[in-house]
């Protein structure tokens, strides 16, 4: 298979080097908006400044603008308007394949015009202009271009400073040594389950996601003090956006790589209509070859596939209409016979495992102007996700007994609004709410090893219960140098009565043009897993409750400082520093060194009855981000964190959690080559050095008397695994013809073989420990052409 890729891949590039030097072209069109309110901005000036002669564009009544015939290529464009922030796009990619369609959000300005001249780089700025701390914007080209990213929004944001992720096999990602179920997922406005193939319920990871680089469009990442308008959630917030379709023209992706076999298609329902739509289907490009006869030498091979689609119809006299979807299903299936004897990858290799997980969300959005400094954004949607499980035992001397079994699912159906008011340049507020109504069914359950019956773990069967929550939050300039803002979020669940009250403030003052402080406070809190709430516990005299349904929401107190130096269009340097508070935590009731806190360590959650929310954590750290965005045909990415995270469990003993690392590092770094007019070769490499995960050792003189694993909780989290060092690199060739683009790229992946370890666990037949690693040497590989 190595070999296929390698030639294919050499084979291309002799192909474009025999291309002609073809002069091909692309357009630029888009809107151009005001960022506060979203209302349309006419006569904004749209310019190449890199090209001789400029190329130049204007908006027109409506915001739209088109710029034809721009040489392919990279690009930077400003964007001018009287009584606007400048704006400035680095290095944009023209490709002759797709139109490059923007939308430009502009900021207005609160001091006069012959005062100041202020220019907002969109590469340093989160789109949420209500964020001062910790949060960046991010784009699909920087989910492609980095290494070892798998086109992965998760993946791809683990290379930012206080962020780490928490394995090669899954995209769960630890900020702030949080655990990854504190991170929140939004698309489009609205709160979604789990977006990832292979993904339990209650958790916020997977090995694959469904989320399509080639349907989002540039979107907002927070690491902690968030804005009022997200809530449950302690540790971060993906705030996802999709793209419109092209309403101009149709336009075709086909695309091979690790991630799927992918067929996309986009354009206009009418030549007279504005309306559009945007489709995209992907298929597992190993269950394909598995088909085809073609062995991977793999436990299981990942079933699994994917749809994405928006329908986008602007303009309407009742406002901006889009109807958008995302589903996904998965299955894997890894059976004892088909398994080496040392083969631990899914547990036990006596045990034929089956795992499925199906999630989907559909929604309506509409935005209704009803002034140009007025609106609101109504977004209803319904959600969904299932976990089907089956373990069973598999000994050649007696038939196989199910050993475990889960079926459960949850359905949401959700509606979210916010009204935006943008009184003057200085001042603006979003008051808004959302309710989520829950219907779940947990039913899962284990053999009893102690009299052989099947004991239940959860069960709940058709419940409802519903968060509702509403927040009001503004923003004051009082200058063009000093902005404040201010929020309240509320929450209420139903199911327990149970709510929490949470302001959030912060502040930033700008200075010499190009360096910001800023500081952020906000309270957050969450609920537990739903799945949590259903947990039984069962009595001697066979009676069971359920000892978790009261617990309260888990909270957390958060506060940064932040030092912000744009020392040239292309250079940044960041730092920011934070302390964490967090209190509500699950523990139980009775001593032990349980905490909630290190959820996520598994790719399941545990089943633990009994619980009070008595527990609390700390966390503190500094965070260091050197950056030079791509210009020149190069760029870099620098990120250092030093942190500690610990947790007091109910035994009121302090230690660490299970993510407390302790420091991670990156470097990422990209050049670009001009090959000539059409087509480019472009090289990438990415090295993280980190200090591993934690874990509870193993007693292993008591495992071997019980003949099963035995924790020693005496020693909870006080080991670390060997620090984790990986080295990715990524080459890949552009090439343009008439109206066709096309790329291949070939990762290799943790290049020098690093046996970084993922986990312990104890082998009763050999009475000896076994280690397992995260991935070895790999590689990916991806053909995408456009057209």
């Not at 090209?51 to 915001?63: D, L, Q, R």
């Not at 400003?78 to 704006?87: A, D, N, R, T």
């Not at 091979?256 to 009418?270: A, K």
């Not at 503004?474 to 709510?499: A, E, P, R, V, W």
Request: aromatic share 14%.
């Amino acid at each position: 298979m190595k070999k296929i890729i390698i030639i294919s891949f050499f084979t291309f590039g002799l192909i474009i080097q025999l291309i002609g030097q073809n002069n091909y072209s692309q357009t630029i069109r888009g809107i151009v908006v005001d960022q506060q309110s979203q209302s349309p901005i006419p006569g904004a000036i749209i310019k190449t400044i890199d090209t001789n002669p400029f190329y130049i564009a204007v908006s027109e009544s409506n915001g739209e603008f088109n710029m034809g015939n721009v040489p392919i290529g990279m690009h930077n464009i400003e964007v001018q308007m009287i009584g606007y922030e400048q704006v400035y796009y680095t290095n944009v990619k023209i490709t002759s394949g797709k139109e490059l369609v923007l939308k430009i959000e502009m900021i207005e300005k609160v001091t006069d015009i012959d005062k100041v001249v202020v220019t907002a780089y969109k590469k340093n700025k989160a789109l949420n202009d209500m964020a001062n701390v910790s949060a960046r914007s991010f784009s699909v080209e920087e989910a492609n271009q980095y290494a070892g990213t798998w086109m992965d929004p998760a993946r791809m944001a683990a290379n930012y400073a206080g962020v780490m992720a928490m394995g090669d096999q899954r995209n769960d990602i630890i900020i702030r040594g949080n655990s990854p179920l504190g991170v929140l997922w939004k698309l489009e406005g609205i709160d979604i389950p789990n977006p990832n193939h292979f993904g339990s319920l209650g958790t916020t990871g997977g090995p694959v996601s469904i989320l399509n680089n080639n349907t989002l469009s540039n979107s907002d990442f927070f690491t902690g003090a968030f804005p009022a308008e997200y809530g449950n959630a302690t540790a971060g917030v993906f705030d996802l956006n999709m793209r419109n379709g092209n309403n101009a023209t149709y336009e075709y992706t086909a695309q091979v790589s690790m991630n799927g076999l992918e067929l996309g298609m986009e354009g206009p329902f009418s030549a007279n209509s504005k309306a559009s739509y945007l489709v995209d289907y992907r298929y597992s490009t190993l269950q394909v070859f598995d088909l085809m006869g073609v062995n991977f030498d793999v436990s299981g091979v990942p079933q699994y596939q994917d749809f994405t689609f928006k329908i986008n119809i602007p303009q309407t006299k009742a406002g901006n209409i889009s109807i958008f979807g995302v589903g996904g299903i998965s299955k894997i299936q890894a059976l004892s016979e088909d398994r080496d004897s040392d083969d631990w990858s899914f547990g036990r290799n006596d045990l034929d495992f089956i795992f499925g997980s199906n999630m989907g969300v559909v929604g309506i959005s509409n935005q209704y102007f009803f002034s140009n400094t007025s609106r609101i954004k109504t977004v209803v949607a319904i959600s969904g996700s299932q976990n089907t499980t089956r373990v069973d035992s598999s000994f050649a001397n007696k038939p196989s007994e199910l050993y475990y079994g889960d079926n459960s699912y949850e359905i949401k159906y959700s509606v979210n609004s916010q009204y935006t008011k943008k009184f003057n340049a200085k001042n603006t507020v979003n008051i808004g709410g959302s309710i989520d109504f829950y219907n779940v069914s947990y039913e899962d359950s284990v053999k009893r090893t102690d009299n052989g019956e099947f004991a239940k773990l959860s069960e709940a069967n058709d419940q409802t219960m519903s968060l509702l929550q509403t927040y009001i939050q503004g923003q004051h300039k009082f200058s063009q140098n000093f902005t404040i803002y201010g929020g309240f979020h509320y929450q209420y669940f139903t199911l327990n009565n149970t709510y929490s009250i949470e302001p959030r403030a912060s502040a930033k003052y700008s200075f010499g043009g190009n360096q910001s402080v800023s500081a952020g406070f906000g309270v957050h809190s969450q609920l537990q897993p739903r799945l949590m709430y259903y947990t039984k516990t069962s009595y001697p005299d066979g009676t069971s409750a359920y000892t978790n349904h009261d617990l309260d929401f888990s909270k957390s107190n958060q506060f940064v400082v932040s030092y912000d130096y744009l020392i040239n269009k292309d250079l940044r340097l960041k730092v920011e520093t934070y302390y964490q508070h967090l209190y509500n935590i699950p523990v139980e009731i009775k001593p032990s060194t349980y905490s909630s806190i290190n959820y996520g360590t598994k790719f399941f959650l545990d089943r633990v009855d009994s619980l009070e929310n008595t527990g609390t954590g700390t966390n503190y750290g500094l965070e260091v981000t050197f950056e030079k965005f791509l210009a020149n045909n190069y760029y870099f990415l620098v990120t250092a964190s030093a942190f500690n995270s610990t947790y007091v469990a109910s035994d009121g003993i302090e230690r660490n959690t299970a993510y407390n690392g302790n420091y991670v590092l990156n470097f990422l770094a990209g050049y670009c080559y001009d090959i000539n007019t059409n087509n480019s070769i472009s090289l990438n490499f990415k090295t993280v050095a980190a200090g591993n995960k934690r874990y509870i050792p193993i007693d292993l003189e008591a495992s071997e008397l019980a003949g099963a694993e035995i924790p020693d909780y005496s020693q909870a989290y006080k080991p670390q695994y060997d620090p984790y060092f990986r080295l990715d690199g990524r080459i890949s060739y552009n090439v343009n013809f008439k109206k066709v683009d096309a790329e291949i790229a070939f990762d290799v992946q943790n290049i020098t073989n690093n046996k970084n370890i993922m986990m312990q666990s104890y082998d009763p037949y050999s009475n000896q420990l076994r280690t397992d690693y995260q991935l070895g040497l790999f590689y990916v590989f991806l053909i995408r052409v456009q057209f």
